[in-house]
């Protein structure tokens, strides 16, 4: 296995990574027509889902959004092989930060934040472009993969321009050894939770959702501010970052408060182009836990 996993990984992804933006473009077009027209991959997932989620909207409001959302993912797909290859100088284009004054503000006041945010449009980019937009040490935290040869180059990928990798597993030993850093901790917030018991349920995409309770847990914790990262795609491989403040005070906010506030601006994200978001993840696997007093 380990040998096919090299051999597809230099014969294969990485030729493809170091062609110009333009014939990876070209690519995925042929991908878009190979994966939605004839594959059909994952299609009963994504027209589920959409449907489920925006049930005011007709079968063909929901196939136009699902064809949408597939050309999205395979210029994702492209430009995340494109990822591995890709220049400092080149990533710097593509990926910028607008008004960065209200995160910088923070780094100014010493104090560390934590930066809650979806898989809306290309968070590979992102992973790598993020360490030289702000001035805090950034660190994402990530769920490593079964497969370990390409856990070790999604890792180094993300970290090459200075990004930080630290596993779930890891997340509190990490709080408590750094808390002397100004760092920034990136948490996604659209991940299904390992464990439904300790999630916080609402309601997302009008449907009942366990969200993961990391972001406001160590938020409160640390008393962190939280900031909810928006990533909206200019172009074809050209995206910009804003900062949106969820609280400065996490210490004062209810229980819940937080992650429904940055769920929220998620969801509102989502409806204002519902293309970008991973719809091919079965996100409402899990149910909600049926309570022993119920």
Not at 44 to 50: D, G
Not at 187 to 202: C, I, L, R, T
Not at 265 to 277: H, S, V
Request: aromatic residues 14%; charged residues 25%.
């Amino acid at each position: 296995m380990i040998v096919l996993n090299i051999l597809l990984y230099y014969l294969v992804i990485i030729p493809i990574s170091l062609l110009p933006f333009p014939v990876l473009y070209f690519i995925s077009d042929f991908l878009y027509l190979l994966i939605y027209h004839i594959v059909g991959y994952r299609k009963r997932v994504v027209i589920s889902n959409i449907q489920n989620s925006f049930p005011e909207k007709t079968e063909k409001d929901c196939i136009k959004i699902s064809k949408l959302f597939y050309r999205h993912f395979c210029d994702l797909v492209v430009e995340s092989l494109k990822a591995f290859t890709i220049s400092e100088r080149q990533v710097q284009k593509r990926v910028v930060c607008r008004h960065p004054e209200l995160i910088d503000m923070y780094f100014e006041q010493n104090r560390s934040v934590i930066i809650a945010g979806g898989h809306y449009n290309n968070w590979e980019l992102f992973a790598v472009a993020v360490d030289k937009i702000i001035k805090h040490d950034t660190v994402g935290i990530y769920t490593p993969l079964r497969n370990k040869f390409f856990d070790d180059k999604m890792r180094s990928t993300r970290s090459k321009y200075g990004l930080q990798m630290v596993a779930t597993r890891e997340v509190k030993r990490f709080f408590e050894e750094n808390k002397h850093r100004l760092t920034a901790t990136i948490f996604g917030v659209d991940q299904s939770p390992s464990n439904p018991k300790s999630a916080y349920w609402m309601t997302f995409l009008n449907q009942e959702t366990g969200v993961q309770f990391g972001t406001e847990k160590f938020a409160k914790e640390y008393g962190y501010p939280v900031l909810y990262g928006r990533l909206n795609k200019v172009k074809r491989g050209h995206y910009e970052l804003e900062f949106v403040l969820v609280t400065d005070n996490p210490g004062q906010m209810a229980y819940g408060e937080i992650t429904e506030k940055v769920t929220r601006l998620l969801e509102k994200d989502i409806q204002a182009g519902p293309q970008y978001w991973l719809w091919t993840h079965r996100r409402w696997k899990q149910k909600r836990p049926v309570s022993p007093d119920a």
